[in-house]
């Protein structure tokens, strides 16, 4: 034996807490598929299939070359924290500071700051179900009490205010919100959050609003609870690059949040990753500064392949899709096939080459249902709708 081999592994306990990010196992498994000779559609993953726009990528290409390849401070660029306030100000209508945003290497770490920085043993978070799922993995590891809220279908996976009231206790410490939402792309209204902001009141309880999806909505307008009176202090909001601007690669995100909070989450940063890297956020401003023409093409062309593949879904035996409003994705209902959530995807992939996530990859609540991410090309969606529909006619009578 080895002497490397002598010495068994002894993992924190915390470690048992951990989650994971379905999507990337069964990407994973669809590559080894793949490998085996196997064609495969990707519907599984959730990032844009179009490239960075252009001048977003020259900005950051002239960065390079003109030496923004170091060290930069951990609470990001000044021009960037600047550019961003401006633009959270104008799209929340609240008025933010630069002092007020910390640049982050994606969107995860500040779901993962936020609640290192708040939570306790024991205290209690709320989060969505079906819901992203880092959510309950980052409360479960600090060791926070994960108090899932249901999203439901009959009401197109808005979150029901009425609920939210009933599990706010003397514990609760946090409320997660996302919207356009991972997986269902339910989308809060301006009546939701008006409900949700009556129901938590004026209780010392922080908001976490996850509004990554925020420039892809396809039906009314994108609202934040951070403009809703009393809550920019409590609100930590969530945004980034990766799905707006196509820029999943370059790892940018950012948290906007009250300055004492910002100080806090800077630090983290210092002590996890120093910085987020230096030319990524100069190309971080162009995309903001720059032509938004890109966007609302890739928001466009979403909504096209939304409503294509929902109408498609809608045919199959056994599926009933609602139509999203946001965010690149569709969550039918399976229920009717027979078929449990995480058995069904197994199969599509396995058996008719089809990646798509169980519903239950978001938690207990998306039993009996699939999640399909329409970033791929029509072409393909096409080829996905016939495959399903040509396996659950032979498999399912």
Request: proline share 4%.
């Amino acid at each position: 034996m080895s002497r490397a081999l002598q010495f068994e592994l002894r993992l924190a306990e915390r470690m048992s807490r951990l989650g994971t990010e379905t999507a990337f196992e069964v990407l994973n498994r669809a590559r080894a598929l793949e490998r085996q000779g196997k064609d495969i559609i990707h519907l599984e993953i959730g990032e844009p299939d179009f490239d960075t726009p252009q001048n977003v990528i020259e900005a950051g290409v002239e960065a390079m070359r003109g030496g923004w390849t170091h060290y930069g401070p951990s609470a990001g660029y000044p021009d960037l924290r600047q550019a961003i306030a401006d633009e959270v100000s104008r799209s929340r209508g609240v008025r933010v500071a630069p002092e007020e945003v910390v640049v982050v290497p994606g969107g995860k770490p500040i779901i993962f700051f936020s609640i290192l920085a708040l939570i306790n043993d024991g205290d209690e978070v709320i989060y969505p179900n079906p819901g992203f799922p880092i959510y309950e993995s980052m409360i479960n590891y600090v060791g926070g009490r994960a108090v899932p809220i249901r999203l439901r279908e009959d009401k197109y996976f808005s979150l029901d205010a009425e609920e939210l009231a009933a599990l706010i206790s003397d514990r609760t410490k946090l409320i997660i919100l996302n919207s356009p939402q991972n997986p269902t792309g339910g989308v809060l209204s301006k009546r939701d959050i008006e409900q949700i902001a009556e129901a938590v009141g004026d209780r010392n309880i922080f908001i976490l609003s996850d509004e990554i999806y925020s420039r892809l909505i396809f039906e009314g307008k994108h609202h934040s609870i951070i403009a809703e009176p009393g809550f920019k202090e409590r609100t930590i909001l969530l945004d980034g690059f990766s799905k707006s601007y196509a820029m999943t690669g370059w790892r940018m995100g950012y948290g906007v949040m009250r300055a004492d909070l910002a100080v806090q989450v800077a630090r983290l940063m210092t002590n996890s990753n120093s910085c987020t890297a230096s030319f990524t956020q100069v190309a971080g401003i162009e995309a903001l500064r720059g032509d938004q023409g890109s966007v609302d093409l890739m928001r466009l062309e979403f909504q096209r392949r939304r409503d294509m593949f929902v109408a498609g879904l809608n045919r199959i035996k056994g599926f009933s899709c609602r139509t999203p409003h946001g965010a690149f994705y569709v969550f039918p209902n399976v229920t009717a096939t027979g078929w449990k959530s995480k058995p069904l995807a197994d199969a599509l992939l396995e058996e008719a080459g089809m990646a798509c996530l169980s519903g239950t990859s978001f938690g207990e609540f998306g039993e009996g249902y699939l999640r399909f991410s329409i970033a791929n090309s029509t072409e393909n969606l096409q080829r996905a709708l016939e495959r399903i529909e040509n396996w659950i006619a032979a498999s399912i009578k």
